[in-house]
């Protein structure tokens, strides 16, 4: 990861050094977060797993505070019918396993999550200190084009902000934090309600298939979640972590790309490539700041008038 | 469902594999006269081997097109069953439709005469490919649609050749266990010693799919049914008396056979890729 000339906020912490044992005892204002962007085996659970829990070794041994592996990272993205085969649940031994892990490092991962009444949920679980800290199940279910996501799973109903705990970076405050999966970034109304709600960091989750390839160098897909990670980094006065999957499922390619855009919209560093990368980003508690100070559109943003023009338009829609 | 216990996790309804014979008749015999109907055709051509799945594919082809525009073709290869050829030729009587007998003898040795070495799977594969390719000739040349005879166990498995007698534009039987292939081979009265023989893709002497597969089909049916059809998992198959091997075995026989069942991979580049955003049905316009 390259510092991004003036843009970058912060020196880029070297991932062959890593932030000397002194400075994770005293309380950081900047955490470094991780971003593991594999290619999980389709439909393997075991194997996944096991993936995972070498690149949370991997990732704390470079000093991560945080690491972000991509939507549906423990099964793959084209389950069709493999959804119901590999579903995990919240109490359940391969979360479990992955929770232990989260003592030094907080976790974000994406699985298909089965609940009591046997839905099954496209989820990222936000792992720390060996517990379940918050869980977002997916909301916007893309079922057109390419996609088929509403026939296998069920559609979450929730965006909620949470405090990321952190426990390695010991913040001066909270790190709030809000997940979006994938589609969920294309509705501005998600990032919206997580900006009030009051996050510093808006964790996406991606399995992107790339597609588009006559547009000059990049695929449409990937110009796309370029424009959506700064805009709303930029809006919103707050971190945009995007982690990307990559490699093949049944001829589609994921494009990864995974990067983090700073609270004034500019990338941190280059985004990842199309190969497997463990790239590590420094965010900081000062820069979310100093972004407010410059730009301070949360403070003047008009809930009230946002409030009674949705009220106005559900009763309209209502008929 | 209640009286004979269907549905719960500890026993399977004795007869979960019956099949309303006469309904799935009617039900095949106006697919393949619709399909073959409506893409312009009046006539069908299956390669007829003499076992049970080719039998009863013709007889559902007589019924929904009548023997006249049935073309049932035996393909004998010099080392095949006698008997195969005697059979094929026995439902074909039976039905009224007059076979086309193909010896591929010919080119087969010809081809292999470059590889004398080559082993039986190589042959009996190429045997089948040959086979396809020419019943296609037959259908460019005779106007039939080729209609194959794969049934569900076997595409399940895999027990069959990718491009050779897995390629057909139509299957009637493809939703159908062998062992209802069998209940309604008996239910359409087709020769006894065909349905009496033990099941052989005859591509070498004294070739036989229950051996070869290592399980009898009532049995691998039994458990593919509960597996694919009512969808039971590990736990509930080991107390219905399937040993883990045994279906970890099938699990494995059908994920790697897989894609068999699937059109080759397209790498995506676009924004509508066939059959992946371009999605049109196979009966689009008919």
Redesign the interface.
């Known amino acids: 990861m390259t510092p991004a000339g003036a843009a970058a906020p912060m020196p880029a912490p070297d991932p062959a050094s890593p932030p000397a044992e002194t400075e994770a005892e005293a309380p950081r204002g900047d955490i470094v977060v991780a971003l593991a962007q594999l290619a999980p085996r389709l439909g393997d659970l075991r194997a996944n797993l096991a993936r995972h829990l070498e690149l949370i070794g991997a990732a704390s041994a470079q000093g991560a505070d945080l690491l972000v592996f991509p939507e549906l990272s423990l099964t793959g993205y084209f389950l069709q019918d493999l959804v119901t085969d590999t579903a995990i649940r919240l109490d359940g031994p391969e979360l479990g396993a992955l929770a232990e892990a989260s003592h030094g490092i907080d976790t974000v991962v994406g699985c298909i999550l089965e609940s009591d009444d046997h839905r099954f949920h496209n989820a990222a679980i936000y792992l720390s200190g060996g517990a379940v800290v918050h869980v977002h199940r997916k909301v916007y279910l893309p079922t057109y084009g390419l996609f088929d996501e509403a026939r296998d799973v069920a559609p979450g109903n929730r965006f909620r902000a949470f405090v990321a705990p952190l426990p390695s970076a010991r913040p001066p405050r909270p790190w709030r934090a809000g997940i979006l999966i994938c589609e969920d970034l294309w509705h501005p109304s998600s990032a919206y309600l997580l900006a009030r709600d009051g996050v510093d960091v808006i964790l996406c989750l991606s399995s992107s298939p790339g597609r588009g390839v006559g547009s000059g160098g990049a695929l449409g897909t990937a110009q796309s979640y370029d424009v959506m990670t700064r805009t709303y980094a930029q809006l919103f006065t707050a971190y945009v972590v995007y982690c990307n999957r990559v490699g093949y499922e049944d001829g589609v390619n994921f494009w990864g790309g995974s990067r983090v855009v700073d609270p004034e919209g500019h990338l941190d560093g280059e985004p990842a490539g199309r190969e497997e990368a463990l790239p590590l980003h420094r965010l900081g508690l000062a820069v979310v700041r100093r972004a407010r100070i410059a730009n301070p559109m949360l403070r003047d943003e008009r809930h009230d008038i946002v409030d009674a023009e949705c009220r106005r338009l559900s009763r309209r829609e209502r008929g | 469902m209640a009286d004979s216990g269907g549905g719960s996790a500890l026993s399977v309804p004795p007869g979960a594999l019956d099949v309303d014979c006469d309904l799935v008749t009617e039900i095949l015999t106006g697919f393949v006269r619709d399909e073959v109907r409506k893409v312009g055709f009046e006539r069908a051509v299956v390669g007829l081997s003499g076992g049970i799945d080719s039998a009863l594919t013709l007889a559902l082809v007589c019924r929904a097109l009548g023997a006249e525009n049935a073309i049932p073709v035996i393909m004998p290869y010099r080392a095949s069953s006698p008997a195969s050829e005697r059979d094929g030729r026995l439902v074909a009587a039976q039905l009224g439709a007059t076979p086309l007998v193909v010896d591929i003898s010919p080119q087969i040795d010809a081809y292999f005469a470059g590889s004398p070495d080559a082993d039986r799977n190589r042959r009996g594969n190429k045997m089948a490919r040959e086979r396809m390719s020419i019943l296609y000739d037959i259908s460019l040349a005779r106007g039939a649609l080729v209609v194959g005879t794969s049934n569900k166990t076997e595409l399940l498995l895999g027990y069959g050749t990718i491009h050779g007698d897995m390629a057909h534009a139509l299957n009637p039987l493809g939703d159908l266990y062998k062992t209802q292939v069998f209940a309604l081979a008996r239910h359409l009265e087709l020769p006894p010693t065909v349905i009496a023989k033990a099941p052989s893709a005859d591509l070498w002497e004294g070739q036989s799919d229950e051996q070869e597969l290592g399980f009898e089909y009532a049995r691998v049916d039994r458990l593919l049914h509960l597996m694919v059809d009512e ?1 039971r998992g590990r736990a509930e198959l080991r107390t219905l008396g399937f040993a883990d091997a045994f279906v970890e075995q099938i699990q494995r026989r059908v994920r790697d056979s897989q894609y068999k069942r699937r059109p080759p ?7 509508r ?1 066939i059959d ?2 371009f999605r049109y049905p196979r009966d689009w316009g008919r």
């Open positions: 969808r991979l397209i790498a995506k580049l676009s924004n890729t992946r955003d």
